[in-house]
């Protein structure tokens, strides 16, 4: 079956500093989404890329769509305290059919000092 | 709005009893799913629903598991008898078909301990 490896697993940085995390996937994706997840919560959707090369920004948040399809990155710039939580990676082939299967990465615990 | 909600939040029950889950998706999605993590394999989708049809349960890890969605505005996931190794966080979560692209979006989830 498909595979997501995420890295890193753990992040701990200072206030202020640029952070970034990545997917790479054994099979080729045509979605890639990414989530956060805080405490006691579930994971809710930063940002979504439906095309090979496509970079996207939601405020100081930056994923781009690898151009083999195969991998992902998000960059969180200038990070603030409230960014700590585990962040996700998730992929989708769906060939045109009914496909809506997400596969996630394990996730990268941020942990953010003030 | 209201977004997927679920409950309960947290259940604790001792190993061999029956444990029911329950899932209001959002008002309008046709797609349902419902996922485990844990710390060792993380998010894993066991089953997802299309229009109240299940569509895939290859996740559901064995017969003591069963999903039912009698209609849009509810699902259910049981586990009959559970075992220890059953806990974990179970989410839901649902989306919209009708427009592309539509990401899907999670309830808190409940967190499960089987004792």
């Known amino acids: 079956g498909q595979q997501l490896n995420q890295s890193p697993q753990s992040m701990f940085i200072q206030e202020g500093e640029d952070v970034s995390m990545n997917c790479t996937s054994s099979?080729?994706?045509?979605?890639w989404l990414w989530y956060k997840q805080d405490p006691g919560e579930g994971p809710v959707l930063l940002i979504a890329l439906y095309k090979a090369g496509e970079l996207t920004s939601n405020g100081r948040l930056t994923a781009q769509f690898g151009i083999t399809r195969k991998d992902s990155f998000l960059n969180i710039s200038a990070s603030i305290p409230s960014d700590v939580g585990i962040y996700f990676c998730a992929g989708r082939w769906n060939s045109g059919g009914s496909n809506y299967k997400l596969t996630f990465g394990k996730g990268t615990l941020l942990t953010v000092n003030p | 709005d209201a977004g997927v909600i679920q409950s309960p939040r947290h259940e604790v029950t001792e190993m061999g009893q029956e444990v029911t889950l329950r899932c209001k998706p959002i008002s309008g999605h046709d797609y349902l799913f419902w996922y485990r993590q844990t710390m060792m394999r993380g998010l894993e989708l066991l089953i997802y629903f299309n229009n109240n049809v299940p569509i895939d349960d290859s996740g559901m890890p064995e017969d003591r598991f069963s999903a039912k969605m009698p209609n849009a505005s509810f699902s259910t996931l049981k586990i009959q008898p559970s075992e220890p190794r059953d806990s974990a966080v179970y989410f839901c979560?649902?989306?919209?078909?009708?427009?592309?692209?539509?990401?899907?979006?999670f309830g808190d989830g409940t967190r499960l301990s089987i004792l």
């Open positions: 099979s080729i994706f045509n979605t």
């Open positions: 979560a649902s989306r919209s078909g009708q427009i592309s692209n539509q990401p899907q979006h």
